[in-house]
């Protein structure tokens, strides 16, 4: 992937990934195996962007990407032992981070908003925290 499809993946990737972080993150638990799930989403949706249909959401389409890669966590943990890990709950959470998603897109573009509006003194405190 070069140039325009790349910085479009970057685009669509960085809006997406609070969703699919807090995704994996809520059915994994574990941070450092959370952080190498996202990165090996990152990296399977950079490779099959080529394949994306543009008029499906990218978000929903990333969620379905990691949650691939969270089944396959789970299926690498459970040889030799028991996970307590219920597909069908893993589903049901990939659907409520795109319904989160929907929201918070929402929330945020009025976050991004608002803070536009603040300057001087009151901006200089908000990049203090």
């Known amino acids: ?71 396959d966590h789970w299926r690498r943990l459970a040889q030799g032992r028991q996970v307590p890990a219920d597909p069908a709950l893993i589903d049901a959470l990939a659907d409520c981070a795109v319904e989160m998603d929907e929201e918070l897109s929402e929330q945020r573009a009025a976050m991004k908003y608002c803070l536009g509006r603040v300057g001087g003194r009151a901006w200089d405190l908000i990049k203090g925290r």
Not at 23 to 45: F, I, K, N, P, S
Not at 56 to 64: D, I, N, S, Y
Request: proline share 4%.
């Open 1 to 71: 992937m070069q140039g325009e499809a790349a910085f479009q993946f970057s685009q669509a990737w960085a809006a997406a990934l609070p969703a699919v972080a807090g995704y994996v993150g809520a059915v994994v638990g574990d941070r450092h195996a959370t952080d190498d799930l996202v990165q090996e989403a990152a990296l399977a949706a950079f490779r099959a962007y080529a394949s994306y249909a543009p008029e499906r959401p990218f978000t929903a389409w990333a969620l379905g990407i990691a949650k691939h890669k969270v089944h």
